[in-house]
């Protein structure tokens, strides 16, 4: 299926775009990890896009995804005992490539990138370690370098704790609410009450999101139990992605049970899907919808 002549940022569905948000800055999987020329591109296409971001030893911010840097990156040991200095130094781990080329991007450099944004731009930071390890040098560091210019991020994380530490020093900065983990360990104990009662608590309570994220698989199962999530969330006036739909063949387009899954997330209403293959999913969305 060429997806060539696509973007990759949102599909069409009831008189509304639903926002395709490049997970890890890919546009396709086979996209470098945290790619800076594919963050350029979304930048200035509007694109929704998502970085992750790991603390440093000395309070910094790598844009990485593991909490060790022997998948990524070719580097070894646990990223939080390194300074920047020596992570500056590393390069990621490209497949295929021979000779790692492109190295570490950071906090910093991300926010240089924002200024000319697309005003629909939006960047998902996504905060893998907690308040306790980030500290209150890493809290600190995060404060200022976020604050001041009014950028297209919205910050998220795990620790609900850190991301209503970051609202209180940055009300202006949009948040996002991450439940999906506390709500599957409920809903697999058979918990369908306590999971809604949960949901419901957070969104009310003071990280105040503007965005919520929700495990796509969850959000599905969750129906045969007659929980829909998505609809409490909108309920409270809150935006939804489900997270990450990633198609299992690109070049053959949505299997049967594939497209069953995406329509009935579109049919809840989802604003935001997650997923590593925005260009083939809107060629074959496309391809879909036109076949009837």
């Known amino acids: ?20 948000k490049w997970h890890r800055l890919r546009r396709r999987q086979t996209d470098p990890l945290f790619g800076a020329d594919n963050l350029r591109a979304g930048l200035q296409l509007g694109a929704s896009m998502e970085v992750d971001l790991r603390v440093t030893a000395d309070g910094d ?11 990524e990156t070719d580097g070894i040991g646990a990223v939080a005992a390194h300074q920047r200095r020596v992570l500056a130094g590393l390069r990621y781990n490209d497949a295929g490539v021979s000779r790692y080329e492109r190295p ?14 697309h005003p ?7 905060i893998k370690d907690d308040l306790a390890t980030i500290g209150t040098r890493g809290l600190g560091r995060l404060v200022d370098t976020l604050q001041g210019d009014e950028l297209p991020v919205i910050v998220s ?18 948040r996002g609410l991450e439940p999906s983990f506390r709500l599957m360990d409920m809903l697999a104990k058979g918990d369908v009450r306590g999971a809604e009662a949960l949901l419901r608590a957070e969104l009310a309570g003071p990280v105040q999101p503007r965005m ?25 006036g809150k935006q939804v992605d489900a997270w990450t739909f990633t198609l299992a063949n690109p070049a053959e387009g949505f299997t ?27 060629a074959a969305y496309t391809v879909r919808v036109g076949s009837g």
């Not at 620790?159 to 900065?173: E, K, R, S, W």
């Not at 599905?220 to 409490?232: E, G, Q, Y």
């Open 104 to 117: 570490l991007l950071f906090l910093d450099n991300l926010v240089a990138l924002l200024r000319d944004a």
């Open 1 to 20: 299926m060429n997806s060539e002549r696509y973007q990759g940022t949102s599909i069409p569905y009831d008189n509304r775009r639903v926002m395709l």
């Open 61 to 71: 911010f790598a844009v990485l995804h593991d909490d060790i840097l022997d998948e």
């Open 256 to 282: 049967d049970a594939e497209w069953r899954a995406f329509s009935r997330l579109l049919e809840l209403g989802v604003d935001q899907i997650t997923t590593d293959e925005a260009l083939a999913t809107e």
């Open 157 to 174: 994380g795990d620790c609900n704790d850190l991301i209503l530490a970051l609202g209180q020093h940055l009300p202006n900065v949009a």
């Open 212 to 236: 919520v994220y929700l495990h796509w698989k969850m959000v599905l199962d969750a129906l045969d139990s007659d929980l829909d999530l998505v609809a409490i969330c909108h309920g409270e």
């Open 120 to 126: 629909q731009a939006l960047l998902q930071l996504d």
